[in-house]
């Protein structure tokens, strides 16, 4: 089917019978039944391709009609989902892509509102202080916990913070996530409300500890008494949640037009592979996550240590010598063999050593299965996208297993090459002198560090904010030395050439 086999129709609720008939999958619920039991806060493609995706599965089958999610956001860039959503019932489309060209499309459901905090502070704060919501989630990226690279700690002198700790602390309106929540909870502590838990979905390392920590040293910040009834009475499970989820793009949006005559405003695209991996620790209940394929877990720290040092980092190693070698898209960087079998070399004789014990978990037909993921031509997911923001990766997924491995001996060659690629990046050009358009909010200081190369080459892993003390040991800086040498005089191609046949640099 394409446009001009059927009448192209904008994505609403009346609508949803017609998608039906053209093959689309949609919410088997009374949508006008369900409450909301969730606010989210970051509502972007990930979220929608796993989160709510799962909420809308549950839906389906007949439950969590009390689980609806509220999206909500904060920053500036939000209003352009706001709006997206406002002008479609708050429905959107979600094409799962396979290898093979086929596609899954389906609408999901289960977002039944969102709130822009700016265009009313009050109505957001109100809705957080309902006893329905049990759960506050969050996908709001790794920068967004506003942690120091350096220390750990809370960055409390953030202008956005102090500002924020001063309206709370005066009984006005706050502006940032930290804020929202926080008065929330306290607003709920003094009307004898339940407290909700507070739920990160983002790619960090024990997630709930890090947003625990951080929205309780801002709660500090507030009122010390709170941040202590916070600590002792605030749920914040650890979860892992792995999907590739491409920015959605123009030929997105026409795709899922053109072939079933859909209009959306911001469809979600994404590969078929769904792994959740959950703690079970709630304050005050959740949706019944495990049936809906979810892994409901006493420890998700094994399983979050293996997607980070293999999937996470193994992105990492895919984005730079990608871009350098001058392609553009994911999988036609592995359609070169030598990248495929440099990062399944980095997989198994660097990542998985690093790794506890995972019982019950076949490492090396997950290995295949991420070899195979990178390489699915139909997601086009760009390199650009796995590159972005590297600052926040980097430290938090590949350099603990640099560190580890210089402990216990394991090797460390391909992880310091990795991370050459990226300092030979963010020199900010290609092999061809074209410049890169570094996503990064340290961009600039990165790249001037970086320019100091040809005079210091052990100069960007010296910043110790992003790789802490691994250049003070030559079992690393002897392998990142050569692999940066390598990068300027032979290029990305022959450098990846020459780690896949294990051949010295």
């Known amino acids: 089917m394409n446009s001009t086999d059927a009448q192209t129709l904008p994505l609403l609720g009346s609508n949803l019978d017609r998608f039906a008939a053209r093959g689309v999958t949609v919410p088997d619920y009374d949508r006008n039944a369900v409450t909301p039991g969730i606010v989210h806060f970051g509502v972007g493609g990930f979220h929608r391709a796993h989160m709510a995706m799962v909420v809308d599965d549950l839906m389906n089958a007949g439950k969590a009609a009390d689980w609806g999610i509220v999206g909500a956001g904060v920053l500036p860039h939000d209003v352009h989902m706001r709006d997206a959503l406002a002008g479609q019932d708050h429905l959107y489309s979600l094409t799962l892509k396979h290898p093979d060209g086929t596609r ?12 822009y905090g700016p265009d009313d502070p009050q109505g957001l ?52 996530v930290f804020g929202y929540v926080i008065e929330a909870l306290r607003r709920r502590r003094d009307d004898g409300v339940d407290p909700f838990t507070v739920q ?68 979600v695209v994404a590969e078929p592979f769904f792994q959740w991996v959950l703690e079970d620790s709630f304050t005050s209940g959740r949706p019944p996550y495990e049936l809906a394929g979810v892994q409901v877990v006493d420890d998700v720290r094994p399983y979050e240590h293996m997607k980070l040092r293999l999937l996470n980092s193994g992105h990492q ?20 063999p030598d990248i495929a079998v440099y990062l399944r ?32 031509p139909e997601i086009r997911d760009t390199l650009a996208r796995l590159g972005a923001e590297s600052s926040d990766r980097i430290p938090k997924w590949l350099v603990p297993v640099i560190g580890d491995n210089l402990v216990s001996g394991a090797p460390v060659e391909v992880s310091a090459a990795i991370c050459a690629s990226w300092a030979r990046y ?41 790789f802490g003390t691994v250049a003070t040991d030559s079992r690393f800086t002897g392998h990142y030395l050569a692999a940066l040498k390598s990068l300027h005089e032979r290029g990305a191609r022959e450098t990846v050439r020459r780690l896949a046949a294990h051949e010295a640099l």
């Open 104 to 115: 899954e499309r389906r609408v999901i459901g289960s977002i039944i509102d969102y709130r």
């Open 125 to 176: 704060i109100d809705l957080l202080g309902e006893e329905t919501i049990r759960i506050v989630s969050l996908t709001v990226t790794e920068g967004g916990y506003n942690v120091n690279p350096v220390t750990g700690e809370f960055v409390s002198e953030d202008a956005m913070i102090v500002a924020d700790v001063a309206a709370l602390k005066a009984g006005r309106l706050p502006s940032t």
């Open 200 to 267: 990160s979905c983002d790619n960090i390392s024990e997630n709930g500890h890090v947003a625990k920590k951080m929205f309780g040293a801002f709660a500090r910040l507030v009122d010390p008494e709170l941040a202590d009834w916070i600590d002792t009475h605030v749920a914040f499970p650890n979860a892992m949640v792995d999907r590739i989820t491409p920015a959605t793009t123009d030929e997105d949006r026409a795709e899922v037009r053109e072939s079933v005559g859909l209009l959306d405003a911001w469809p």
């Open 317 to 336: 190693g895919l984005a730079y010598f990608g871009l350098l070698a001058g392609y553009t898209h994911a999988h036609e960087a592995m359609e070169n």
């Open 345 to 376: 070399r980095y997989m198994d004789e660097e990542g998985t050593p690093s790794l506890e014990p995972l019982p019950g978990i076949d490492l090396d037909a997950y290995k295949d299965s991420l070899i195979e993921r990178f390489s699915n």
């Open 426 to 466: 963010a020199e900010g050009s290609d092999e061809q002198g074209a410049p890169f358009a570094i996503v990064d909010r340290y961009a600039t200081e990165l790249q001037q560090v970086a320019s100091s190369h040809a005079t210091d080459p052990l100069a960007f892993v010296r910043q110790e904010q992003f």
